[in-house]
């Protein structure tokens, strides 16, 4: 039965390419209000320009560069700035995005009625406006990381590697299966590729090796779950690192710290 439903879905039905980095890591948004110095501290904008047309611009590793901001049209209005943080400070997955999100929104229109929502809770501020708002950012930016994997053409990185039909598949099954004992040859076999050009075409669209975007993947969760006071063994079991031995020292060689040293995040009751 699964094997009859696999050959009637569409492929990009057949598996999400986007909830296994979303379930692990959130989207975190914050907008900034003030003065349009404030705002543009931000990486996240709505913003309309000279010509009349407006686009969301996000700028996933580059906050906090207001001059890089200006630049992004010529006279332009801001109609709302955020704060975005996709997989918490100093994420993997944030240094995995491109530096350099743009959408025209007449070229989105789900977006673009998203985005106008959050014009208007920003210009016309209201009881619970505050959440709304973020609420709203989160999924803005979610909605445009899905038109940017749908549109493709992203140069090198995460999301032109979830736009590419083969190695998405690949992607996929390793976010999905990060404990998962991966090999060259059984990730080539899930993206349906011989290994050579597997390895190749996945360099050439990741900017890296799989096994360098396998070993990141997995530190990154490991990192998270230390973060959220799980112990070191069974965080070692839950990624794919044979002892906790091993995952030490690949934690030490990526993050410049033992994992004993890890600050755990409090989360504080409301």
Same mark, same amino acid.
């Given at each position: 039965?699964?094997?009859? +439903?696999?050959?009637?879905?569409?492929?990009?039905?057949?598996?999400?390419?986007?909830?296994?980095?979303?379930?692990? #890591?959130?989207?975190?948004?914050?907008?900034?209000?003030?003065?349009?110095?404030? *705002?543009?501290?931000?990486? #996240? #904008?709505?913003?309309?320009?000279?010509?009349?047309?407006?686009?969301?611009? !996000? +700028?996933? &590793?580059?906050?906090?560069? &207001?001059?890089?901001?200006?630049?992004?049209?010529?006279?332009?209005?801001?109609?709302? =700035?955020?704060?975005?943080? !996709?997989?918490?400070?100093?994420?993997?997955? =944030?240094?995995?995005?491109?530096? #350099?999100?743009?959408?025209?929104?007449?070229?989105?229109?789900?977006?673009?009625?998203?985005?106008? +929502?959050?014009?208007?809770?920003?210009? &016309?501020?209201?009881?619970?406006?505050?959440?709304?708002?973020?609420?709203?950012?989160?999924?803005?930016?979610?909605?445009?990381?899905?038109?940017? *994997?749908?549109?493709?053409?992203?140069?090198?990185?995460?999301?032109?590697?979830?736009?590419?039909?083969?190695?998405?598949?690949?992607?996929?099954?390793?976010?999905?299966?990060?404990?998962?004992?991966?090999?060259?040859?059984?990730?080539?076999?899930?993206?349906?590729?011989?290994?050579?050009?597997?390895?190749?075409?996945?360099?050439?669209?990741?900017?890296?090796?799989?096994?360098?975007? +396998? &070993?990141?993947?997995?530190?990154?969760?490991?990192?998270?779950?230390?973060?959220?006071?799980?112990?070191?063994?069974? *965080?070692?079991?839950?990624?794919?690192?044979?002892?906790?031995?091993?995952?030490?020292?690949? !934690?030490?060689?990526?993050?410049?710290?033992?994992?004993?040293?890890?600050?755990?995040?409090?989360?504080?009751?409301?």
């Amino acid at each position: 039965m699964a094997t009859e +439903l696999a050959e009637i879905l569409p492929r990009e039905l057949r598996y999400d390419r986007l909830s296994a980095l979303i379930e692990r #890591f959130k989207v975190e948004a914050h907008v900034l209000h003030n003065t349009e110095e404030d *705002v543009l501290e931000g990486n #996240f #904008f709505i913003l309309k320009c000279v010509q009349g047309y407006k686009k969301l611009v !996000f +700028l996933p &590793s580059t906050p906090n560069n &207001s001059t890089l901001a200006r630049s992004l049209c010529e006279n332009m209005v801001v109609l709302a =700035g955020a704060k975005v943080v !996709f997989g918490g400070p100093g994420s993997q997955l =944030g240094k995995a995005l491109p530096n #350099f999100v743009e959408i025209y929104l007449h070229e989105a229109p789900d977006l673009e009625s998203l985005a106008d +929502l959050v014009v208007e809770e920003v210009l &016309s501020p209201r009881c619970g406006g505050s959440a709304v708002i973020n609420r709203l950012c989160e999924v803005v930016v979610i909605r445009l990381l899905r038109h940017a *994997v749908r549109s493709g053409g992203i140069g090198t990185g995460l999301i032109a590697g979830l736009a590419h039909p083969n190695i998405a598949q690949a992607l996929v099954a390793i976010h999905e299966g990060p404990a998962q004992p991966w090999r060259l040859e059984t990730l080539a076999e899930v993206a349906g590729m011989s290994r050579t050009q597997f390895a190749v075409v996945f360099k050439e669209v990741m900017g890296e090796t799989p096994g360098s975007y +396998l &070993s990141n993947w997995r530190l990154a969760l490991a990192k998270l779950d230390l973060e959220a006071g799980r112990p070191l063994k069974s *965080v070692a079991a839950r990624v794919g690192f044979a002892s906790p031995t091993a995952l030490s020292r690949a !934690f030490q060689r990526r993050y410049d710290e033992l994992p004993r040293n890890v600050n755990v995040k409090t989360i504080v009751a409301a």
